[in-house]
């Protein structure tokens, strides 16, 4: 199986900061790595799939990069709502996999 | 594109449950079809997969001879039949419906809990 690994596990950060959360692949993946964002007590969300491509609706303030094995979610300029869980995704092999999600708190 | 998940319930060790989604907006036989869960306060852990015309079908290894992925077309419906459960299937249960991949996964239910418990 892919193991999918997320850091940092957990952030702080300001209304107007900009942050950074990577995952890396166990082994590679190509692009095939999807980001959703999950607030509590609702589904998943897609912000980014393969790896760069923004999702219909999300706000451009969020971006995706990377290849291979090593991807990073960027958000520019932190909104009150972004304040949430986001996990990376492979979508390349059975069984997918999930990282185990990146806590971004106010 | 909707999705409604129905079926959840408290159930003891080893007993059996049968999950629903009720598709509408578009046609379940055009598309794979999966159902997702997460455990309480934990992540997501995909579950199964199955093929827009119902002849393919993954599992984790966690669930597999244990649960059903199926499909019925003329309810445009999709179904997890869930058979010796544990406590560890307790979790939110989401189906999902793919976009530009099969398993990239776009449109989500609002999910349904299971709690197996005795």
């Known amino acids: 199986d892919i193991q999918m690994t997320q850091s940092p596990s957990s952030l702080s950060a300001f209304v107007g900061d900009r942050v950074t959360i990577t995952c890396r692949a166990s082994?590679?993946?190509?692009?095939?790595l999807n980001w959703y964002q999950q607030k509590p007590g609702k589904a998943p969300n897609l912000l980014i799939y393969d790896a760069s491509s923004l999702q219909s609706g999300v706000p451009s303030r969020f971006s995706g990069s990377g290849s291979g094995t090593d991807f990073t979610l960027t958000l520019d300029s932190l909104h009150p709502e972004d304040f949430a869980t986001y996990y990376c995704?492979?979508?390349?092999?059975?069984?997918?996999?999930f990282g185990q999600g990146t806590r971004l708190e106010i | 594109v909707q999705l409604v998940e129905s079926g959840g319930d408290l159930v003891q060790p080893g007993g059996s449950l049968r999950l629903s989604c009720a598709a509408s907006?578009?046609?379940?036989?055009?598309?794979?079809m999966s159902w997702v869960r997460q455990a309480p306060g934990k992540g997501l852990e995909w579950v199964a997969n199955i093929e827009h015309h119902g002849s393919v079908k993954y599992y984790v290894d966690s669930v597999k001879g244990r649960f059903t992925i199926s499909g019925d077309n003329a309810e445009n419906s999709l179904y997890l039949q869930m058979n010796s459960l544990r406590a560890e299937d307790t979790a939110v249960y989401y189906c999902a419906r793919g976009m530009t991949s099969v398993t990239t996964w776009g449109y989500w239910g609002q999910g349904t809990l299971v709690t197996v418990s005795s």
């Open positions: 995704q492979q979508s390349y092999t059975i069984p997918i996999t």
């Open positions: 907006g578009f046609t379940i036989s055009n598309y794979w």
């Open positions: 082994q590679s993946i190509g692009s095939y």
